[in-house]
């Protein structure tokens, strides 16, 4: 059965960083699947927030984030990363990575993502 698990949220102050993780069992191997962060809360729908494509370093970005945030990959751990930097009150949300299973979407369309992690929460305060 696959499953991802998703850690490393927290309260920070505006500017702060966090590193979020998450770690897929045997099933899923990060380096042969496009890997995906996500994002949600009370007051946004889930919004696609990074992108790392199979088998290569290529990675993308909402515009919101792009040069804040790095999606990365350890193979070897077979876990995928979200460095987050100089973040904002407009970051809070509830994060979960994403296995991406259907080519003909776009990356950011939730739809072409099955094997979602339970998400961790990261608050960013003023």
């Known amino acids: 059965q696959a499953h991802l698990w998703n850690s490393g949220g927290g309260s920070v102050q505006v500017g702060g960083s966090l590193r979020l993780s998450c770690e897929a069992n045997?099933?899923?191997?990060?380096?042969?699947?496009?890997m995906a962060w996500f994002r949600h809360s009370q007051q946004r729908e889930r919004e696609a927030v990074a992108y790392?494509?199979?088998?290569?370093?290529?990675?993308t970005y909402t515009d919101s984030v792009r040069g804040r945030f790095t999606i990365s990959r350890d193979s070897a751990k077979n876990i995928i990363y979200l460095q987050m930097n100089n973040l904002k009150p407009e970051d809070t949300a509830t994060y979960s990575c994403?296995?991406?299973?259907?080519?003909?979407?776009?990356?950011?369309?939730?739809?072409?993502?099955?094997?979602w992690g339970q998400g961790t929460q990261v608050t960013v305060s003023a």
């Open positions: 790392i494509f199979p088998n290569l370093d290529t990675t």
């Open positions: 045997g099933s899923i191997n990060v380096l042969k699947n496009g």
């Open positions: 994403a296995r991406r299973t259907r080519q003909d979407l776009n990356w950011v369309n939730d739809v072409a993502y099955a094997d």
